[in-house]
């Protein structure tokens, strides 16, 4: 327990203010101003030891308990002196209190607290390095209480400290938040975590907000550009072939080939005859197909089964069913057309519209 010392102060001396019996509690002086404001603290009248236990300065009155120190209670007269002294209680309190550290040392751990010896280090609660931000400077003498930090939190939340999560963390590493901390991420996986494609061919572009994912196209689509985002269409193209009768009229037989660079599929024939005069004509034309390596190719190689390109008594002919036709085209495929009849048309265009695959 803590020794509670005696307050003392220095030439603190004045007289009593009228006569006082050896009963009196309460007794008057000149200035009770001269003496300390806080108690208790001891006063000798003549042979007699005081203990003062308040001290009226308004009215300078001491409140006092007599006969202290194995002195006598006893009768004084108006103008004694009324003096603090150093009495054998101070001395013995102050030899009591060093004996006491020098016989018993306490771990500073188990007494933190100045003032009253409270909140042992090892078992005072913990406050958040958060809190002591928010507070600025501590209030408090002890530093077990709610501004002194004991504690560093780690988390990913504001005002706490963040921990590297991760073994190996190397220079140039960009930083990932996780639920652990901090991990070291490489540019690829760094390029991988911000990114939002996840299937190789697909596209990246900035929408109406942020940047987004366009999921990859199938075969031989092409991307094209909207009013306001990219989308992938279909790679159309048109293969045409001109036959020209030179100002007369076309003669049957095989006219004109081409090689197919790419590889497609037809979805639609159209015929356009060109006539002497505003008058219909009519017309029959087969496709046929070879390799290269056969050319040229023969009736045999026909693709058009019983649907040929037909115009009868007609200026044009389209068609988007072709029935029984061989649509598929390789690259590096040849395909001819050949007139199997004709009337009245001096010039015919065959286009073959067709899908890149």
Known sequence: MATTFMKAKNRAATTLDGNITDEDLSILVVSSAVFPTTYPFPISIDDEILSVTNNNTGTNTLTVTRAQESTSAAAHTDGTTVEITWTAKYITDLNTAVNALETNPVAHKDRHDPNDGADALDSANASEIAGVQAAGTGTSHSLARADHA????????????????????????????????????SYAEALADISPLTTRGDVMFRNATVSTRLAKGTAGQILTMGADDPAWATNVATITFPIDGGGSVITTGL????????????????TLGVLPAATNGSIVLDVWKDSYANHPPTVADTITAAAKPTITGAQKAQDSTLSGWTTAIAAGDVLFVNVDSIATFTCVTLSLRVTKT
């Open 255 to 270: 006219k004109m080939g081409l090689e197919i660079p790419f590889a497609c599929t037809i979805t639609r024939a159209t």
């Open 150 to 185: 004991h504690q560093i939190q780690h988390s990913i939340a504001n005002n706490h400290l963040v921990t590297i999560d991760h073994a190996t963390p190397a220079d140039n590493d960009y930083a990932k938040f996780t639920a652990s901390g901090l991990e070291g991420r």
